[in-house]
C-alpha cells in the first residue's frame, strides 16, 4: 500500500498570506496526485488533477507541484473564503490512499 | 448540475447489514467509473471500493473483501454499497465519488456522504 503523509494537520494564516500544504508519497507515483477542498456541510471540491493542473473554475490563487513522491498544494494571496479542510489523493496504485488532511483556519 | 447524493446510512448492530445508495446526475453516469470513500471521526479518508463504468470489474479494501459488494445500475444512474457483517470499525462518513474516466482513476465529484454508525 502507497502510505501518503500530508502535513501540517492544522494550520492558520492571516488574508493575504501564502501557505503550502505538502503531501509525501511513500513510493513513486508519478503525477497522479489530486487535491480537494472541503467545507463543513459541502461536498468536497476537486481543485488540483495531475499534480499541477487546475480544475477549471478553481480560482488561479490555487497551484499544485510535484513529482513521484513529493507534492505541495500552496494558496497565494489567501481569502477568508479559502477557509477549509484540505486533502490529497494518490490514485496511481490501488488500492488508493488519502492523506490525513489539513484544516486550514483564517484568522 | 453534476451531483452525487447519498443515501441509506444508519444506526445498526454488530454483525449487521446496510446498503447505501448513490444517486447521480447532471453528467452521463454510464460511462464513469465510481468509488466508495470513508471517513471515520478525527480520520483521513479511507478508500473502499471501486467499479468500471461498465460494471464488469471491481476492486475493494482488504478489511471489506467478501463483506461488501459494489454494484450500479447505468439505467437509473445509480451506485449501491452492500453491506454485510459490519463490524464497529466500520462506523464513518460514506461517500460516493465519481471517476474521470471510465477505468480505474482519480475522482472529480463528491456527495456529501452518509453517516453509517455500527455499535450494540
Known sequence: ETTVTQSPAFMSATPGDTVSISCKASQDIDDDMNWYQQKPGEAAIFIIQEATTLVPGIPPRFSGSGYGTDFTLTINNIESDDAAYYFCLQHDILPYTFGQGTKLEIK | ?120
Request: hydrophobic share 35%; charged share 20%; proline share 2%.
Open chain 2, 1 to 120: 448540475e453534476k451531483r452525487l447524493v447519498e443515501s441509506g446510512g444508519d444506526l445498526v448492530q454488530p454483525g449487521g447489514s446496510l446498503r447505501l445508495s448513490c444517486a447521480a446526475s447532471g453528467f452521463s453516469f454510464s460511462y464513469y467509473a465510481m468509488n466508495w470513500v470513508r471517513q471515520a471521526p478525527g480520520k483521513g479518508r479511507e478508500w473502499v471500493s471501486s467499479i468500471i463504468a461498465s460494471g464488469s470489474s471491481t476492486h475493494y479494501l482488504d478489511s471489506v473483501k467478501g463483506r461488501f459488494t459494489i454494484s450500479r445500475d447505468n439505467s437509473q444512474n445509480t451506485l449501491y454499497l452492500q453491506m454485510t457483517n459490519l463490524r464497529v470499525e466500520d462506523s464513518a462518513i460514506y461517500y460516493c465519488a465519481k471517476g474521470d474516466s471510465d477505468f480505474w482513476s482519480g475522482f472529480d465529484l463528491w456527495g456529501r456522504g452518509t453517516q453509517v454508525v455500527v455499535s450494540s
